[in-house]
Structure formats: C-alpha cells, structure tokens
Nanobody, 123 residues
Framework: QVQLVESGGGLVQAGGSLRLSCDAS????????MGWFRQAPGKEREFVAC????????SSSESVKGRFTISRDNAKNTVYLEMNSLKPEDTAVYYC????????????????WGQGTQVTVSS
C-alpha cells in the first residue's frame, strides 16, 4: 500500500508558475513509476506526466511538453511537478499516482491515487 498526498495547488494568473508536490508513505515509492493526472470539470481524467523509478526517464503529454517538468527525490519519497507558462486550460484537479507498471498513461491502469489538489489559472 502507498498513500499519496498532494500539495502546492492554488490560484495563479496565466503565464505564472506553480510547483506541486506529492508525498508518498507506506511502501517505498521508488518501487513505482510516479505520475500526475488531471481532471477538468466535465472532462475525463487525463495523463500529464510520469517518471521512472530511478528518475532517469520521463514522459509527458503533448499539451504540457516544454512547460511542465516532473522530478522525484526518492530519499524524500516525494514527486514534484513544476508547472510554468500556465494557461487557463491547465485549470483542473491534479492527482498524483503510483504505478507498478511502466509508463502507462491510462487512468484506470494506475494502482494508487492521491486525493488531488486544485490548480486554477485565471486569464
């Protein structure tokens, strides 16, 4: 079992930046591929980014590529999502995930979820 707790969400103007954190407890998070998904009102939950167990490889969706960066600190059992050049369409609840697989991007394939943190980008 892994428990995930996100933090760092909030309200920001378009063009601004936010850094989300995800603290993992329970089984060592280094056993899992860690990732971020988001869900906007009325939309399906979508993949944002993920990072390999060692942190040496990452993957991100085309909509955030070049603006968002995922990283992890296994010593702290923490995953980060650095979000720059934010747009109003980035407004969503952002969820941290843990995956026993490898770079899976479908939300129903994730093994563990956090409770989510709201990110609102005003125009």
């Amino acid at each position: 079992q892994v428990q995930l707790v996100e933090s760092g969400g909030g309200l920001v103007q378009a063009g601004g930046s936010l850094r989300l954190s995800c603290d993992a407890s329970g089984r060592t998070s280094s056993l899992y591929v860690m990732g971020w998904f988001r869900q906007a009102p009325g939309k399906e939950r979508e993949f944002v980014a993920c990072i390999s167990r060692s942190g040496s490889s990452t993957s991100s969706s085309e909509s955030v590529k070049g603006r968002f960066t995922i990283s992890r600190d296994n010593a702290k059992n923490t995953v980060y999502l650095e979000m720059n050049s934010l747009k109003p369409e980035d407004t969503a609840v952002y969820y941290c995930t843990a995956d026993r697989g490898f770079f899976r991007t479908r939300y129903y394939e994730m093994d563990y979820w956090g409770q989510g943190t709201q990110v609102t980008v005003s125009s």
